[in-house]
């Protein structure tokens, strides 16, 4: 007996949009910055909202209510990763001596 597991789809919300060639200076690092933290304020929100609605007796079964909730810790995660591989090459730029 083999348990066919699906594979994940588009339903995954990253939390870094991709980057566009050609866009302009203004809206470079920053605004995919701002995004990404905006993502992982609207997961953790959704998450927090999810659990409520559970523990309240509400709508969601314990398996959206634990996605949810996983779902937002791999994007806090993965953004911290980020912002601590961005603060590494700050900091080896800063060593570098001209």
């Known amino acids: 007996m083999s348990l066919s597991i699906p594979p994940l789809g588009?339903?995954?919300?990253?939390p870094v949009a991709p980057l566009v060639a050609g866009a302009g200076?203004?809206?470079?690092?920053?605004?995919v910055l701002q995004d990404a933290?905006?993502?992982?304020g609207e997961l953790h929100n959704d998450a927090s909202h999810s659990v409520e609605s559970f523990l309240a007796g509400e709508g969601d079964d314990l398996h959206k209510?634990?996605?949810s909730t996983q779902r937002a810790d791999l994007a806090m995660e993965l953004?911290?990763?980020?912002?601590?591989?961005?603060?590494?090459?700050?900091?080896?730029?800063?060593?570098?001596?001209?």
């Open 10 to 14: 588009p339903s995954i919300a990253l």
């Open 25 to 31: 200076a203004a809206g470079g690092f920053g605004s």
């Open 37 to 40: 933290m905006r993502t992982v």
């Open 65 to 67: 209510t634990i996605l």
């Open 79 to 98: 953004f911290m990763q980020v912002r601590n591989k961005v603060v590494q090459a700050y900091q080896e730029v800063m060593r570098m001596q001209v």
